[in-house]
């Protein structure tokens, strides 16, 4: 066991405390390019199995988990869609659970409860309700939720909800997106995703067209949202590289705050058979043309960083994520299939699996924290999930690291970070996102070199177990070139 202040790593397992030369790490991220991202961990059957918990002993685990956490995150998952985009990654209920939002958020409300009673009352620091597509059930279940969350919890003011809609519940229901503002939400992220209407339909998109997005914009804008994102996505099997750039023009044209660009990820969608169509050189002469364009509009980030914002001094990304992202802050997920993460464990909810709502009801009604999967884990994943969600913004904060874990960033990491420091791909900046912590603002960021090789790059700190993955999947002859 490895110990600071309260925290207790359980010792890692054989297959973590091998370590593999960083070259050879380096070259298994590019060449599994399509998994080797910020969605850590990979293959968790195998990497993560050793550390799992088995059901009895949750709540005595969950309960020192959160022991010395007085603030955290919160982030509440609605499982509705009109219907399931085909490249959709998250937990989304099939068609015959879609008139069930009633059930689902009473059941949303009673976990909240349920922690609350469980853990004591804790601050909250950063709040996203996501999905799905929260902006599905009415309003006011929303409403009544956010009203659960604050009297069980305090809200903070620092704390600013966000939300997620689609172009078409904004475009057609303006009240709901008057009634998000009034009940206290101030951020709000809309999926176009991409604006081609062929590609559209091969993605099942079609009926969130290009015919919403205007009056969309207009009905939030009127609602009072001055922090507005737009999701675009690429590396998708027939994008061209116009398609991709009217993408583009078209979401600097709805003039919002922010635009996130996502590299579509392939694994468990429905077009997952796609992947092999997309090659690396498509995706870096995308995010090359993205970056570009955005810039040329006033849109800036810095490299590796997906989420451009033209408001100087604002990351463009929610309080909650921030905060996870700069910080490592820990996050309760309440809902189906959503994630928890604190400083010693990550667990999945029930119906992470199955993305049906049953064992979800199932153990609310039974009183039981709905946890699918706990893992207990060594320091060793917990630092490199840290760090893999660092790389959202391509920096890692190294006193947030040596506050989280009581260790150095590049002791911990030293061969790594030589590696990186040598061939280009990182160097120390000053912290270019900041979230007003009295944290030293001195970080290891990615390169504009560092960020073309973003899956090799992020690679070098994923835990032995995962990279030995990675490169048992990656064939001998696959030499990368830099
Ligand atoms: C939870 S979704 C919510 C947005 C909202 N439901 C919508 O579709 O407009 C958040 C974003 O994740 C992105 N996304 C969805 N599936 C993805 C995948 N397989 N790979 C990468 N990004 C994905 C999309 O850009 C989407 O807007
Ligand atoms: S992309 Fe958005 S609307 Fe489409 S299935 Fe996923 S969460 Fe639902």
Known sequence: MQRTNARIWPSAAPGDTVRFR???????????HHISNTAYPIAHRETFWPYRIERERHKEVVAAAFADLDAICLYSHIPFCESRCFFCEYTVVGKKEIGSTEIYMRALDEETRLYAEFLGSRKIRGFDIGGGTPSYPRAEFIEN????????FTILPECEISIETTPKIAAQEMEKMKAYFKMGVRRISMGVQVTQPDLLKVLGRETNGVEHH?????HIRAAGFQKFNIDVMYGFAGQSLAAWQATLEHAIRLGPEYITLYRMRYKLTRISHQAHAVNIEQVREQAKLAKEILASAGYIANPGKNTYSRVAQDTGTSAYLTRRVIEGAPYLGLGLGAQ????????YNSGAVGKNMAPYLRDIEKRMLPLQDLYHLPREHMMAKMVAVSFYFGEVNLAAFRQKFGADFEVVYADAVRFALTEGFMEYTASQNGTNLALEHKSISLTERGAKYFNGVIALFFAPSVQNYLIRKTPKREAIAV
């Open 145 to 152: 939720h956010i009203e659960t969350v604050n009297r069980y």
């Open 340 to 347: 928890t993460f604190t400083d010693t464990t990550i667990s």
């Open 214 to 218: 205007f009056r969309a914009r207009d």
């Open 22 to 32: 960083p070259s050879d790490v380096f070259a298994a991220g590019e060449a599994n």
